[in-house]
Every structure is written in structure tokens, then in C-alpha cells.
């Protein structure tokens, strides 16, 4: 796992959105798992900056987000399609074709979860997976004691995570209007993406963070799975780190890598 640890959440925007645009660039019909929650805005609305300003095209890019609360329909202010589209993707030249929500109005939400992993394996599998992390450790709505080995399935969300969601976007003291049951990709299907970019920020999420990168892998935590994946990058502020018993270690070894990168760049163009 690579952890860099950011200044502050501008600069944790700017890292994430830097490894998305390369994934683009690098291959422009990529495949994208997106994530929705207030950690990634910010990177959205900088990659809504790349497009206008340099022109980087999403028009090839297919994209599968992570999870969306059932019952709510796409126009729904706080469901996770209106979200998506409202950051990202109207401001985008994305084929609305090649989005990919999971459907909150769908009548047979398990047929839907099965016929989500099939376009997931049509589309080739998922390139680069952005991730947030719940207070309780989940990843997407794998809530704790959702098994590692899970796929895209029906969860009832926790307590915490309706009163989290609540004070965040439905307002607070609202846990009633929060839905108690998503569709979400399963800890399994998440962790076949070749890429995995987890962000978090802020002293709220310190303690799980340090449960994420340092503490046992365990259901009782889901994103300690990503201890599991060959390519993680996790993308914190000093605020989420602060908990982090080999914090300046992390600091070292990208300080370190940055500054030979650098030397490879420089003896490759001859400096
Ligand atoms: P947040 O949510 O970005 O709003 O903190 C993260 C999550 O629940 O995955």
C-alpha cells in the first residue's frame, strides 16, 4: 500500500486528481469506479477544471460508481446519480451510455446487483477505483462484518452511517429521510479493480485511518481489505494521519521516490 500524506485537503485534491488525469491520459478509454460523499468533491471539481481549461476528454471513459440508496429516484437531490451528475459528469464530455450508477428505483434490486457485476466484466474490468471511507470502516456501503469476498448486493446501512449521511447532505437531525438500505459493490468486486485510490481528511476520520492502513484486516473494518490489493494508493491530510504510528515513514518513502522519479526524468532528458 502507498500512503502520501498531503498538507491539506486542497493538496489531497490535487494528488487525486492528478492520478486520475494520468489514468486517462494513459489510457483514454479507461474504465473509472467513482465514489460519491463530501471527501471527493474537491477532486471532481478539479478534473471538471482539467477538461475546461486543458482539455482532458472523458468521451471514451466508461464509469461505475460505488453504491446508491434504494428508493430513491435519479432526480433525488441526495441520491448518488444526482450527485455524480451535478459534480462531475455534466460538466464533462462524458457519454451518458458509459455512466454507470447503480439503479435505486430498480424493482428487483438483486437481478439489478447481478446484471451491475455482468456490465462491470463487459466493460473489462475496472481500471481505477477512487474510494472514501466511512467513520465505521466501510468502503462503498460495505458495512461492518460485510464479508471480504462480497459483490455488488443489497446492504442495510449502520446507525452511524445514517446519522453521518444525515448530518452531511440530508441535514442534521434528518436520520429519518435517510434511506436504510443500498445497492453497493461488494468488498470483492472492489478489490478485482486494478487500481485502488482511497482519499480521506480531517480529524474525523484519524482513528479509522490509522484501523485502515495499520490495523489488522478484518470485516469489522472493510477498507483494511485494501492492505489485500496489490495497487492501493491511500491519499490522506496531516489531520487524517495524525494517528498513524509509521507517519513519518510514509513521508520519507515519498519524498524519497519523488525526488529519484525526478532524477529518472532529468537523466532521460538528458539534464
Ligand atoms: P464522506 O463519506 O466522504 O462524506 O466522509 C465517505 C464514505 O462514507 O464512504
Known sequence: MEVIIAKDRTELAEIAAGIIRAQILAKPNCVLGLATGSTPE???ARLVRYHKEEGLSFAKVTTFNLDEYIGLPPSHEQSYYYFMHDRLFNHVDINEENVHVPMGMAPDPDAFCKWYEEQIEKAGGIDLQLLGIGGDGHIAFNEPGSSLASR????????????????????????????????????GTIL????????????????????????????????????????????????AAAELELKDYYKWVYK?????YQKTLDRLAGR
Open 152 to 187: 455488488t448486493r443489497v446492504k442495510t446501512l449502520t446507525e452511524q452511517t445514517i446519522k453521518d449521511n444525515a448530518e452531511l447532505f440530508f441535514g442534521k437531525g434528518k436520520e429519518d429521510e435517510v434511506p436504510k438500505f443500498a445497492i453497493t459493490m461488494g468488498v
Open 256 to 260: 524519497q521516490k519523488n525526488a529519484e
Open 42 to 44: 474537491e477532486t471532481y
Open 192 to 239: 478485482e479493480a486494478r487500481r485502488l485510490l482511497l482519499i480521506a481528511f480531517g480529524k474525523r476520520k484519524a482513528k479509522i485511518v490509522k484501523q485502515l492502513i495499520e490495523g489488522p484486516v478484518t470485516s469489522m473494518v472493510t477498507a483494511s481489505a485494501l492492505q489485500l490489493h496489490p495497487d492501493a494508493i491511500v491519499v490522506i491530510d496531516e489531520e
